[in-house]
T-cell receptor
Framework: NAGVTQTPKFQVLKTGQSMTLQCAQD?????MYWYRQDPGMGLRLIYY???????DKGEVPNGYNVSRLNKREFSLRLESAAPSQTSVYFC?????????????FGPGTRLTVT | QKEVEQNSGPLSVPEGAIASLNCTYS??????FFWYRQYSGKSPELIMF????GDKEDGRFTAQLNKASQYVSLLIRDSQPSDSATYLC????????????FGGGTRLMVKP
Protein backbone atom coordinates (compact mmCIF):
# COMPACT_ATOMS: atom_id res chain seq x y z
CA ASN A 1 0.00 0.00 0.00
CA ALA A 2 2.04 2.95 -1.30
CA GLY A 3 -0.38 5.77 -0.35
CA VAL A 4 0.22 8.80 -2.56
CA THR A 5 3.07 8.64 -5.05
CA GLN A 6 4.51 11.45 -7.17
CA THR A 7 6.89 11.49 -10.10
CA PRO A 8 9.41 12.86 -10.70
CA LYS A 9 11.05 13.69 -7.35
CA PHE A 10 13.25 16.40 -8.86
CA GLN A 11 13.13 18.32 -12.11
CA VAL A 12 15.03 21.20 -13.68
CA LEU A 13 13.40 23.02 -16.59
CA LYS A 14 14.39 25.91 -18.76
CA THR A 15 12.00 28.82 -19.14
CA GLY A 16 9.36 27.99 -21.73
CA GLN A 17 9.65 24.21 -21.46
CA SER A 18 6.64 22.11 -20.55
CA MET A 19 6.24 19.14 -18.26
CA THR A 20 3.65 17.05 -16.47
CA LEU A 21 3.80 16.08 -12.80
CA GLN A 22 2.19 12.76 -12.08
CA CYS A 23 0.30 11.75 -8.94
CA ALA A 24 -1.39 8.49 -8.05
CA GLN A 25 -3.13 7.18 -4.92
CA ASP A 26 -4.11 3.65 -3.99
CA UNK A 27 -6.45 4.43 -1.09
CA UNK A 28 -9.64 4.61 -3.18
CA UNK A 29 -9.97 8.28 -2.29
CA UNK A 30 -12.43 10.48 -4.13
CA UNK A 31 -10.73 13.87 -3.84
CA MET A 32 -7.28 14.89 -4.99
CA TYR A 33 -5.35 18.14 -4.71
CA TRP A 34 -2.28 19.90 -6.08
CA TYR A 35 -0.41 22.38 -3.89
CA ARG A 36 2.75 24.38 -4.24
CA GLN A 37 4.94 25.32 -1.29
CA ASP A 38 7.27 28.29 -1.31
CA PRO A 39 9.48 29.31 1.63
CA GLY A 40 7.49 30.94 4.41
CA MET A 41 4.21 30.75 2.48
CA GLY A 42 2.78 27.46 3.60
CA LEU A 43 0.89 25.44 1.03
CA ARG A 44 -1.21 27.11 -1.64
CA LEU A 45 -3.85 25.20 -3.55
CA ILE A 46 -3.40 25.16 -7.33
CA TYR A 47 -6.22 22.86 -8.48
CA TYR A 48 -8.35 20.17 -6.97
CA UNK A 49 -10.65 17.38 -8.06
CA UNK A 50 -13.51 16.64 -5.68
CA UNK A 51 -14.40 13.47 -7.58
CA UNK A 52 -13.50 11.60 -10.73
CA UNK A 53 -14.49 13.69 -13.74
CA UNK A 54 -14.41 17.08 -12.02
CA UNK A 55 -11.66 19.65 -11.56
CA ASP A 56 -11.72 23.15 -10.08
CA LYS A 57 -9.34 26.03 -9.65
CA GLY A 58 -7.75 26.77 -6.33
CA GLU A 59 -5.97 29.86 -5.09
CA VAL A 60 -3.12 30.00 -7.65
CA PRO A 61 -4.17 28.24 -10.91
CA ASN A 62 -2.55 30.54 -13.47
CA GLY A 63 0.06 28.79 -15.62
CA TYR A 64 -1.17 25.29 -14.76
CA ASN A 65 -3.62 22.73 -16.09
CA VAL A 66 -4.79 19.47 -14.57
CA SER A 67 -6.29 16.19 -15.65
CA ARG A 68 -8.11 13.69 -13.45
CA LEU A 69 -7.26 10.69 -15.57
CA ASN A 70 -9.23 8.23 -13.44
CA LYS A 71 -10.02 7.80 -9.77
CA ARG A 72 -6.38 7.00 -8.95
CA GLU A 73 -4.47 9.56 -10.99
CA PHE A 74 -4.36 13.36 -11.05
CA SER A 75 -1.73 15.11 -13.16
CA LEU A 76 -0.51 18.71 -13.19
CA ARG A 77 0.84 20.26 -16.38
CA LEU A 78 3.01 23.32 -16.82
CA GLU A 79 2.62 24.38 -20.45
CA SER A 80 5.34 27.04 -20.52
CA ALA A 81 7.42 27.04 -17.36
CA ALA A 82 8.47 30.32 -15.77
CA PRO A 83 11.02 30.98 -12.98
CA SER A 84 8.10 31.99 -10.72
CA GLN A 85 6.97 28.36 -10.85
CA THR A 86 10.12 27.20 -9.06
CA SER A 87 8.65 25.51 -6.00
CA VAL A 88 7.95 22.23 -4.26
CA TYR A 89 4.75 20.64 -5.55
CA PHE A 90 2.69 18.33 -3.37
CA CYS A 91 -0.20 16.14 -4.40
CA UNK A 92 -2.70 15.07 -1.76
CA UNK A 93 -5.74 12.84 -1.61
CA UNK A 94 -8.70 12.62 0.70
CA UNK A 95 -11.64 10.28 1.05
CA UNK A 96 -13.99 13.26 0.62
CA UNK A 97 -17.49 13.99 1.78
CA UNK A 98 -18.68 15.56 4.99
CA UNK A 99 -16.41 14.84 7.94
CA UNK A 100 -13.66 13.09 5.93
CA UNK A 101 -11.14 15.90 5.94
CA UNK A 102 -7.80 14.19 6.44
CA UNK A 103 -5.53 14.80 3.48
CA UNK A 104 -2.66 12.44 2.76
CA PHE A 105 0.30 13.97 0.98
CA GLY A 106 2.75 12.57 -1.51
CA PRO A 107 6.52 13.04 -1.09
CA GLY A 108 6.65 16.11 -3.33
CA THR A 109 8.35 17.19 -6.55
CA ARG A 110 11.11 19.78 -6.32
CA LEU A 111 10.98 21.86 -9.49
CA THR A 112 13.52 24.47 -10.53
CA VAL A 113 12.92 26.66 -13.57
CA THR A 114 15.99 28.49 -14.86
CA GLN B 1 -9.25 37.72 1.35
CA LYS B 2 -9.48 35.01 3.97
CA GLU B 3 -6.19 34.46 5.76
CA VAL B 4 -4.53 32.15 8.22
CA GLU B 5 -1.67 33.70 10.17
CA GLN B 6 1.16 32.05 12.07
CA ASN B 7 4.37 33.35 13.58
CA SER B 8 7.15 31.86 11.43
CA GLY B 9 9.47 31.38 14.43
CA PRO B 10 11.69 29.66 15.13
CA LEU B 11 10.16 28.86 18.48
CA SER B 12 12.86 27.34 20.65
CA VAL B 13 11.98 25.31 23.75
CA PRO B 14 14.06 23.03 25.98
CA GLU B 15 13.41 19.30 26.01
CA GLY B 16 10.60 18.41 28.40
CA ALA B 17 8.95 21.83 28.23
CA ILE B 18 5.53 22.72 26.82
CA ALA B 19 5.60 24.17 23.30
CA SER B 20 2.73 26.52 22.47
CA LEU B 21 1.97 27.24 18.82
CA ASN B 22 -0.66 29.76 17.79
CA CYS B 23 -2.72 30.47 14.70
CA THR B 24 -5.27 33.17 13.92
CA TYR B 25 -7.79 33.18 11.10
CA SER B 26 -9.88 35.85 9.48
CA UNK B 27 -13.34 34.30 8.96
CA UNK B 28 -15.67 33.87 11.92
CA UNK B 29 -17.71 31.33 9.98
CA UNK B 30 -14.88 28.81 9.76
CA UNK B 31 -15.82 25.38 11.03
CA UNK B 32 -12.85 23.05 10.83
CA PHE B 33 -9.26 23.47 11.97
CA PHE B 34 -6.22 21.29 11.45
CA TRP B 35 -2.62 21.03 12.56
CA TYR B 36 -0.11 19.42 10.20
CA ARG B 37 3.50 18.63 11.06
CA GLN B 38 6.18 18.86 8.39
CA TYR B 39 9.73 17.67 8.92
CA SER B 40 12.40 19.37 6.84
CA GLY B 41 12.35 18.06 3.27
CA LYS B 42 9.28 15.90 3.92
CA SER B 43 5.57 16.14 3.24
CA PRO B 44 2.97 17.39 5.75
CA GLU B 45 1.14 14.90 7.97
CA LEU B 46 -2.02 15.52 9.96
CA ILE B 47 -1.57 15.40 13.73
CA MET B 48 -4.72 17.04 15.12
CA PHE B 49 -8.07 18.40 14.03
CA UNK B 50 -10.70 20.27 16.03
CA UNK B 51 -14.21 21.42 15.18
CA UNK B 52 -15.68 22.65 18.47
CA UNK B 53 -14.72 25.36 20.92
CA GLY B 54 -12.56 24.15 23.78
CA ASP B 55 -9.75 21.65 24.06
CA LYS B 56 -9.05 18.37 22.33
CA GLU B 57 -6.30 16.11 23.63
CA ASP B 58 -4.44 13.32 21.87
CA GLY B 59 -1.43 11.97 23.72
CA ARG B 60 1.09 14.79 24.23
CA PHE B 61 -0.83 17.09 21.89
CA THR B 62 -3.70 19.41 22.81
CA ALA B 63 -5.54 21.59 20.30
CA GLN B 64 -7.42 24.58 21.66
CA LEU B 65 -10.06 26.47 19.69
CA ASN B 66 -11.57 29.85 20.53
CA LYS B 67 -13.99 30.86 17.79
CA ALA B 68 -14.96 34.17 19.41
CA SER B 69 -11.33 35.31 19.33
CA GLN B 70 -10.63 33.49 16.06
CA TYR B 71 -7.59 31.56 17.15
CA VAL B 72 -6.53 27.98 17.39
CA SER B 73 -3.48 26.75 19.26
CA LEU B 74 -1.46 23.57 19.58
CA LEU B 75 0.23 22.61 22.82
CA ILE B 76 2.92 19.95 22.86
CA ARG B 77 3.68 18.64 26.34
CA ASP B 78 7.00 17.06 27.30
CA SER B 79 8.57 18.31 24.06
CA GLN B 80 11.15 16.02 22.49
CA PRO B 81 13.90 16.79 19.96
CA SER B 82 11.92 14.61 17.53
CA ASP B 83 9.12 17.22 17.69
CA SER B 84 11.42 19.70 15.93
CA ALA B 85 9.56 20.47 12.71
CA THR B 86 7.37 23.09 11.06
CA TYR B 87 3.77 23.08 12.23
CA LEU B 88 1.16 24.19 9.73
CA CYS B 89 -2.25 25.44 10.76
CA UNK B 90 -5.04 24.90 8.21
CA UNK B 91 -8.67 26.00 8.06
CA UNK B 92 -11.70 24.96 6.04
CA UNK B 93 -13.82 28.04 5.40
CA UNK B 94 -17.59 27.85 5.38
CA UNK B 95 -18.99 26.95 1.96
CA UNK B 96 -15.56 25.92 0.69
CA UNK B 97 -16.19 22.20 0.47
CA UNK B 98 -13.16 20.41 1.86
CA UNK B 99 -10.57 22.92 0.63
CA UNK B 100 -7.85 23.73 3.15
CA UNK B 101 -6.23 27.14 3.51
CA PHE B 102 -2.85 26.89 5.18
CA GLY B 103 -0.90 29.33 7.28
CA GLY B 104 2.79 29.86 6.62
CA GLY B 105 3.85 27.54 9.43
CA THR B 106 5.80 27.90 12.67
CA ARG B 107 9.21 26.28 12.95
CA LEU B 108 9.69 24.58 16.31
CA MET B 109 13.12 23.69 17.67
CA VAL B 110 13.34 21.48 20.76
CA LYS B 111 16.81 21.64 22.29
CA PRO B 112 18.19 18.66 24.27
Amino acid sequence: NAGVTQTPKFQVLKTGQSMTLQCAQDMNHNSMYWYRQDPGMGLRLIYYSASEGTTDKGEVPNGYNVSRLNKREFSLRLESAAPSQTSVYFCASELGGTGNYEQYFGPGTRLTVT
Amino acid sequence: QKEVEQNSGPLSVPEGAIASLNCTYSDRGSQSFFWYRQYSGKSPELIMFIYSNGDKEDGRFTAQLNKASQYVSLLIRDSQPSDSATYLCAVIWDNAGNMLTFGGGTRLMVKP
